[in-house]
Nanobody
Framework: QVQLVESGGGLVQAGGSLTLSCVAS????????MDWYHQVLGKEREWVAG???????YYVDSVKGRFTISRDNAKNMVYLQRNSLKPDDTGVYYC????????WGQGTQVTVSS
């Protein structure tokens, strides 16, 4: 059974930084591309960043230069370091193993105050 557990959210002022973490189990983590999604209340989840098994990272344009995705295969963990936070970054952040259907964690809430 696939389990994803996100953590690290909280309240932060605009311009601040926050690092999110996700631990995965029930999958061949080393072989999986891992993604982070962002969801604002009442809207669809949006893809933010992804990291391939070889460590190659990709980002949505709005976070390039501000967010960094990384992974630790030994710990089955993926991280999202977020700098220069903006109020628009507020929402719930989820990690996901690409290609694994309907497997979502509970997410972690981030609130950026202006």
């Amino acid at each position: 059974q696939v389990q994803l557990v996100e953590s690290g959210g909280g309240l932060v002022q605009a311009g601040g930084s926050l690092t999110l973490s996700c631990v995965a189990s029930g999958i061949d983590f080393r072989a999986k591309t891992m993604d982070w999604y962002h969801q604002v209340l009442g809207k669809e989840r949006e893809w933010v960043a992804g990291i391939l098994s070889d460590g190659s990272a990709y980002y949505v344009d709005s976070v390039k230069g501000r967010f960094t995705i990384s992974r630790d295969n030994a710990k089955n963990m993926v991280y999202l370091q977020r700098n220069s936070l903006k109020p628009d970054d507020t929402g719930v952040y989820y990690c996901k193993a690409r290609g694994v259907l309907n497997a979502w964690g509970q997410g972690t809430q981030v609130t950026v105050s202006s």
